[in-house]
């Protein structure tokens, strides 16, 4: 089980303001980057259909629930580029209960898509990569 922390705060600016942030962790991991000027340098289209499904922890009983996530879309970068990359993924999170109660969910995919890949890569991760693999 992968966990990864999450922020969201909406900004005003171009620049990150530590004084808009409400999670300690955010504020921490923009320090470093507090006086730079933001830059869009990809954007993610993303078509995405969630389902809750009630869950039993496997090693516990307990349930609990977990987000079932379909994203259909492409991460582009900015023109003039063309550059872009295909997502199509099903992500899979604990919204409340033990974390392994997304282990049978998983099973269940991999049962039905046994080509399916698990990856960690968040799409902002993936852009990143993309936009290091073409930049010029």
């Known amino acids: 089980v992968m ?3 999450e922020f969201k705060d ?3 600016t171009q620049r990150p303001d530590i004084n808009s942030l409400s999670a300690k962790a955010a504020i921490n991991a923009i320090k470093s980057i507090k ?3 933001l830059k869009n340098i990809f954007t993610a289209a993303v078509e995405r259909r969630i389902l809750m499904v009630a869950v039993k ?3 516990t009983g307990k349930k609990g ?4 996530a379909f994203d259909i ?5 900015l023109p003039p580029s063309t550059a872009h990359v295909p997502i199509s993924e099903i992500e ?5 209960g033990p974390d392994d109660v997304i282990e049978p969910l998983r099973a269940k995919i991999l049962k039905i898509a046994p080509n399916a890949k698990v990856h960690t890569k968040a799409k902002s991760d993936q852009g990143v990569a993309l936009y290091l693999r073409y930049r010029h």
């Not at 899979?92 to 409340?96: D, F, Q």
């Open 65 to 68: 629930m977990v987000e079932v």
């Open 92 to 96: 899979l999170e604990v919204k409340s």
């Open 10 to 12: 909406m900004v005003k």
């Open 3 to 5: 966990v990864r922390g």
């Open 73 to 77: 879309g492409n991460i582009f970068l």
């Open 35 to 37: 006086n730079s000027e």
């Open 57 to 59: 922890s496997p090693s």
